[in-house]
Nanobody, 118 residues
Framework: QVQLVESGGGLVQPGGSLRLSCAASGSIFSIYAMGWYRQAPGKQRELVAKITNGGSTNYADSVKGRFTISRENAKNTVYLQMNSLKGEDTAVYYC????????????WGQGTQVTVAS
């Protein structure tokens, strides 16, 4: 089992910045990648950014150049630095841990609301 605790969401004006954090605990040895997904009202959950244990990253086209995903291994924590925020970034952001122990399994955080509005 892996537990994920997110923090850092909130209300920000367009053009502003926020940093999300996701701390993992439990069977962290099984994690091979962590990422952030988001879900806006009436839309499907979508990948925002992902980082592997080897440090490889990938981003949704809509956030490239504005968002940066990073990890602090000593704290088992992944961050999402979000800059130049836009109204369309408003969503619930979920932390994800992709694990592999014989079979693959995804764990999810509880979600944190990010609202971009003036």
């Amino acid at each position: 089992q892996v537990q994920l605790v997110e923090s850092g969401g909130g209300l920000v004006q367009p053009g502003g910045s926020l940093r999300l954090s996701c701390a993992a605990s439990g069977s962290i040895f099984s994690i091979y990648a962590m990422g952030w997904y988001r879900q806006a009202p009436g839309k499907q959950r979508e990948l925002v950014a992902k980082i592997t244990n080897g440090g490889s990253t990938n981003y949704a086209d809509s956030v490239k150049g504005r968002f940066t995903i990073s990890r602090e291994n000593a704290k088992n924590t992944v961050y999402l630095q979000m800059n130049s925020l836009k109204g369309e970034d408003t969503a619930v952001y979920y932390c994800n841990a992709a694990t592999l122990v014989i079979v693959e399994y995804d764990y999810w955080g509880q979600g944190t609301q990010v609202t971009v509005a003036s």
